[in-house]
């Protein structure tokens, strides 16, 4: 089977930093993407780890562990306009991405 | 230009009705993609094609067919349509894996 968790949502204020985590047990592992979503619009990419480590682009930067199905997105300096839905979604070899529920991300000034 | 374009972007049709979702793109990519999302579900994948010839179900097939009429085209049709079909639906296409799936604006269904 396949199962990816993440939690429902988190909060955080202006200019913080925050970790959205995201566990996974999947068959067939082939990288791990995280996307960002703002209400009503498309997924975005941001960032995809197919080996383990840090990758960085700027202010997110993305984790992964394969022995421990683990992965996180870690952004910093928190702005307004990161409110939004930040999905986890692990690439299936040889089939689709098969996405989490999603993490919403609240961000107060 | 969008390179994933989705028609129409909103629709309410009743109950029983027969509807279809069009999805069409300009990147050149094999594998196209049918997802919906529901509120609190996340994205769930109803079908998928990696080329012309090649259709597989996803986790959640039954309700709907679709139709891979070229490389750049692929429908999803709801052969009669039902209250609890009411969902935003993306199309979605993929290249290389870095790069991750090309997503179209989505259309929102309403079933009355």
């Known amino acids: 089977g396949q199962n990816i968790d993440q939690p429902t949502e988190m909060t955080a204020t202006e200019g913080a930093i925050v970790q959205i985590n995201c566990t996974y047990q999947?068959?067939?592992?082939?990288?791990l993407f995280w996307y960002q979503q703002h209400a009503g619009e498309a997924p975005t990419f941001l960032s995809y780890?197919?080996?383990?480590g840090l990758e960085e682009k700027g202010r997110f930067s993305s984790f992964l562990s394969r022995s421990k199905g683990y992965s996180y997105l870690l952004l910093k300096e928190l702005q307004m306009k990161d409110s939004a839905s930040y999905l986890c979604?692990?690439?299936?070899?040889?089939?689709?991405?098969?996405f989490g529920k999603g993490t919403t991300l609240s961000v107060s000034s | 230009d969008a390179d994933v374009t989705q028609t129409p972007r909103n629709r309410i049709t009743k109950t029983g009705k027969r509807i279809m979702l069009e999805c069409s793109q300009t990147?050149?990519?094999?594998?196209m993609y049918w997802y919906r999302q529901d509120p609190g579900l996340g994205l769930r994948l109803i079908y998928y094609?990696?080329?012309?010839?090649?259709?597989n179900k996803g986790e959640i097939s039954d309700g709907y067919s679709v139709s891979r009429q070229a490389q750049a085209k692929f429908s999803l049709s709801l052969e009669s349509a039902i209250p609890n079909q009411t969902a935003l639906y993306f199309c979605?296409?993929?290249?290389?894996?870095?790069?991750?799936?090309?997503f179209g604006s989505g259309t929102r269904l309403t079933v009355v």
């Open positions: 979604a692990v690439n299936q070899a040889g089939t689709a991405l098969i």
């Open positions: 999947t068959s067939g592992f082939n990288g």
């Open positions: 094609s990696f080329d012309v010839k090649d259709i």
């Open positions: 979605a296409t993929m290249g290389q894996e870095p790069n991750g799936y090309t």
């Open positions: 780890n197919v080996l383990d």
């Open positions: 990147k050149g990519h094999d594998r």
